[in-house]
């Protein structure tokens, strides 16, 4: 099992604000990536990282930025936050050995005013 | 383009019955076809995944059917309860690609008492 950790929860902002999203696993699983998820919609893929200084964008264009330095977190920043970035955030990570299967955290949600 | 088409968008079982799903795809290069269950508040938990080689895989009351000419696979919830009510996921990815999942819509399942 892959212990996940997402910080906040639950951010409500104005527009303009910078944010970062924290991710951080416990296990040392080297891929992890971000979803986006609008409520009750599917998960889009938008960042995911295969290990340290590894990024690379997802299906989804995204204006959020990612940056991995240390295996254990992958933190996602909105330089400037605007309403249209409303949405759920979720952070996974890939077991390893690869199965294929993901383990979520429990999600970042986010509002911008 | 969506590549992961999955119905019905909700559904209302009553407990005991037979809760089905289904999903199609595009890509015949996907090859790790996982149903991902999510509660309210909660990110997604993996519950039962088939590689193409099986047309069919068991895991206590979930059943998943896969029918890699028609390029469809199903969920199959026997003896559905209350406590199944949840969104669930079909989901589809290439394990050779970094297992990054692409998602259906999501169906949103109620199990009346």
């Known amino acids: 099992e892959a212990d996940i950790y997402q910080t906040p929860r639950y951010l409500v902002i104005g527009t303009g604000k910078k944010i970062t999203l924290e991710c951080s696993q416990t296990m040392g699983h080297d891929k992890m990536y971000w979803y986006q998820q609008d409520p009750g919609m599917e998960l889009h893929l938008i960042h995911y990282s295969y290990g340290v200084n590894s990024t690379e964008k997802g299906d989804l264009s995204s204006e959020s930025t990612v940056s991995r330095i240390r295996t254990e977190h992958f933190p996602l920043t909105l330089e400037s936050a605007r309403p249209s970035h409303t949405s759920q955030y979720l952070c996974?990570?890939?077991?390893?050995?690869?199965?294929?299967?993901?383990?979520f955290g429990e999600g970042s949600r986010l509002t911008v005013l | 383009q969506q590549q992961v088409k999955q119905s019905p968008q909700s559904l209302i079982v009553q407990k005991g019955g037979i809760s089905i799903i289904n999903c199609a795809y595009e890509?015949?290069?996907?090859?790790?076809f996982p149903w991902y269950q999510q509660f309210p508040g909660k990110g997604p938990a993996l519950l039962i995944a088939?590689?193409?080689?099986?047309s069919e895989k068991k895991e206590g009351r979930f059943t998943i059917s896969f029918n890699k000419s028609a390029k469809q696979f199903s969920l199959h919830i026997m003896d559905s309860q209350p406590g199944d009510s949840a969104t669930y996921f079909c989901a589809a990815s290439i394990m050779t690609s970094g297992s990054r999942l692409t998602f259906g819509e999501g169906t949103q399942l109620t199990v009346n008492p």
């Open positions: 996974a990570v890939g077991r390893r050995p690869d199965t294929g299967e993901l383990f």
């Open positions: 088939i590689r193409p080689d099986v």
């Open positions: 890509n015949t290069a996907f090859d790790y």
